[in-house]
């Protein structure tokens, strides 16, 4: 019993966020709520230049012509009007609310909760606009966060905004307005879906950030060109999986491959390296070694490659030209050194070949062996011959075979040195990633699909798992994860999901990495995890709008 009246002591004289606005500026006051009567810290009050003097046992409180007399429980205004007394706390002096008001000439009181906002003017709202994936809201003054209240239903978001002067802003479609008593309420449809609403108060601006959920099911435009859908399928015999779509308008998107932070032989979680490269979605990509964390095949970046092909897997590749291409290719990468063409075995690799390329990508340091010959490329032109540890910035360190010595027993600083993407089919590769299997293509079953099950080990076509799935359809790209690990279902196998896609009228389709990797990031949460998965990878596929599309690659 005597815990629960310190507990109810303890809540009773708790201190609350409070505010008061002077002018465009609001300062924090720590406010006390006590038998029905608001309390404000006195010295949180100097900032608009209240004055406080503590001598002999009594207290002076001085605003412009105005004085409070304060003793222990008495306070007189001017000497002559008494009000509410005093509230001391550990030795502060907390001002009752009705003083404050009499004391702070030109300044009004508003109670809001537990809040106390006392203010010499209102914010006047002047636009409400609804954009994709967040509401902006333009105003003169100060707004602050005791002024904002947040309700959300399914398909809807309401703010409401007070103390603020009552009038009608400029709305934009979608927004209704419903001013009231020193109140204006906004009410934004926003589409089929439950949000979790983030403020931000900008200058003159609260951005109210429409956010996914966790659970979320439903439709979004997450941004220009970009779609996102999660919903329950069915598929095979009744079964049922949840499935999570990025719709992409490839002439309005960027999409290309990022590297964890680390570099090779790390890993990093799918949220994590979309927030970190200003991307507004993404999906995992290369298969890797769960040992050495390196990722699987090839992958090229804005042309450059930085791992080489495993063995002639299907990839996903966004070409020159902007298009998309998803089938087999077989691509090598030459290295042209003055007249003579190497053909390079690895990028960024811990295996062997004779001739090897590291970018500053390559987490750990570059193996040194005596029997290969070592020198330094950057813009295309020798900058340094001998070993060294590590590529910095745009370096790429050559590592040789002695067997080829011959040829390089000329080379000198300042030669000609570059790496060029070698593909058997007309062309021109920009961005890629290397995944599988292939699925379909032309909206057909590949002929040889038993031949490209046998290709995977560890029963990846056969097994029933979550699964990453690039395809097109009706000119989009699109990116697919199908949930599974989970109490609706295990996931689908190779053949249910050839009969999936194709029931759907898909026209190219392949698998990237799956089961506890396959994931999907859609603004800043996670879709399609697994249980017990990190959701950690050393190779995502970020979608950007192109209007943004500088990622610090």
């Known amino acids: 019993m005597k815990q629960l009246m310190f507990i109810f002591l303890l809540l009773a004289c708790l201190s609350f966020a409070s505010y008061v606005i002077s002018g465009k500026e609001a300062f924090p006051v720590r406010s006390v709520f006590r038998d029905g ?5 006195v010295e949180d009050l100097s900032p608009v230049g209240v004055g406080y003097i503590h001598a002999n046992g009594y207290h002076y409180v001085v605003y412009d012509d105005h004085v409070l007399f304060v003793k222990e429980k008495e306070t007189v205004l001017d ?43 209102l914010p006047i709202l002047l636009s409400a606009t609804k954009e994709k994936d967040r509401i902006v809201i333009s105003y003169t003054g100060v707004l602050v966060p005791d002024m904002v209240e947040v309700e959300k239903s399914m398909g809807r978001v309401v703010l409401k905004i007070s103390p603020v002067v009552e009038n009608i802003p400029v709305v934009s479609e979608g927004i209704e307005v419903k001013p009231g008593k ?79 932070e680390k570099g090779f032989g790390s890993l990093e979680k799918l949220d994590d390296m979309v927030k970190r490269v200003g991307g507004v979605a993404g999906i995992n990509g290369n298969y890797f070694d769960p040992v050495t964390k390196f990722p699987i095949g090839l992958v090229v970046i804005d042309g450059k490659p930085y791992s080489t092909m495993f063995s002639g897997r299907p990839i996903f590749a966004i070409t020159e030209e902007g298009d998309v291409f998803i089938g087999r290719v077989l691509v090598d990468v030459t290295l042209t050194v003055n007249d003579v063409l190497f053909l390079v075995k690895g990028i960024n690799t811990l295996g062997e070949g004779e001739v090897l390329v590291y970018t500053k990508e390559f987490s750990g340091t570059i193996p040194k ?55 058997n089919l007309p062309i021109r590769i920009r961005q890629a990633v290397e995944g599988g299997p292939l699925l379909i293509q032309n909206g057909a079953p590949i002929p040889d699909a038993q031949e490209e099950k046998a290709r995977y080990g560890g029963g990846i076509a056969y097994a029933k798992a979550p699964r990453t799935v690039v395809a097109t359809k009706n000119g989009k790209l699109w990116f697919i994860v199908f949930e599974g690990y989970n109490h609706i279902t295990r996931g689908l196998n190779y053949d249910e999901l050839v009969d999936f ?11 990237v990495d799956g089961g506890s990797s396959s994931v999907m990031a859609v603004g800043g949460n996670l879709f399609g995890k697994a249980e017990n998965s990190t959701a950690a990878i050393p190779v995502g596929i970020v979608v950007w709008e192109k209007k943004s599309t500088e990622v610090g690659e």
Do not use: H, W
């Not at 009567?37 to 810290?41: A, L």
């Not at 001002?95 to 106390?116: C, R, S």
């Not at 900008?202 to 966790?214: F, G, P, S």
């Not at 896609?501 to 698998?511: H, I, K, Q, T, V």
């Open 79 to 121: 000497f002559v009007k008494k009000l509410s007394p005093p509230l001391f706390l550990e030795g502060k002096l907390l001002l009752p609310i009705d003083a404050v008001k009499e004391l702070m000439e030109g300044f009004q009181v508003y109670t809001k909760g537990e809040n106390v906002l006392i203010y010499n003017s």
């Open 182 to 260: 020193n109140e204006i309420t906004i009410i934004t449809s926003i589409g089929n879906f439950y949000p979790d609403v983030r403020l931000t108060f900008e200058k003159n601006r609260l951005v109210c950030q429409l956010a996914l959920i966790e659970g979320f099911f439903g439709k979004l435009e997450i941004a220009d060109g970009v779609v996102f859908e999660r919903k329950i399928e069915e598929f095979g015999k009744g079964e049922k999986t949840v499935v999570n779509y990025l719709i992409m308008d490839p002439e309005k998107v960027e999409v290309k491959p990022v590297i964890a």
């Open 369 to 423: 062996k005596d029997d290969k010959l070592y020198f330094v490329v950057e813009g295309n032109t020798v900058k340094y011959l001998g070993y060294k540890e590590k590529a910095e910035g745009s370096e790429s360190v050559i590592a040789v075979s002695r067997k080829y010595e011959t040829y390089l027993s000329n080379l000198k600083i300042g030669d000609r040195a570059y790496l060029s993407i070698q593909p």
């Open 501 to 511: 896609l194709l029931s759907r009228g898909f026209e190219d389709a392949m698998c």
């Open 37 to 41: 009567v608001y309390y404000v810290y």
